[in-house]
């Protein structure tokens, strides 16, 4: 069983920057494929950032220069640094262990202000 717990999230202007972290139990971690994903109010939920375990990065169009995902897994921890921050990142930001089954986090919001 995996457990995956973010945290990180709050409100933020724009411009500004954020780090969300996701810690996992459990004994996989490191050979696991990580993802952040994001759902904003009345929007489907959409892919940010994934990074698989050999270290290997992809993201989406929108975040592409400002985000970055990392892990670290000695502390089973991935971690999603976000920097010049637009409204349109507001969302509830979850993270996910890319399985059979997968695994969620609860989510953590983020709002970015005007």
């Known amino acids: 069983q995996v457990q995956l717990v973010e945290s990180g999230g709050g409100l933020v202007q724009a411009g500004g920057s954020l780090r969300l972290s996701c810690a996992a139990s459990g004994r996989y971690f490191s050979l696991s494929t990580m993802a952040w994903h994001r759902q904003a109010p009345g929007k489907q939920r959409e892919l940010v950032a994934v990074?698989?375990?050999?270290?290997?990065?992809n993201y989406v169009d929108s975040v592409k220069g400002r985000f970055t995902i990392s892990r670290d897994n000695a502390k089973s921890t991935v971690y999603l640094q976000m920097n010049s921050l637009k409204p349109e990142d507001t969302a509830v930001y979850y993270c996910r262990l890319i399985g059979t089954p997968d695994y969620w986090g609860q989510g953590t919001q983020v709002t970015v202000s005007s």
């Open positions: 990074i698989t375990a050999g270290g290997t990065t």
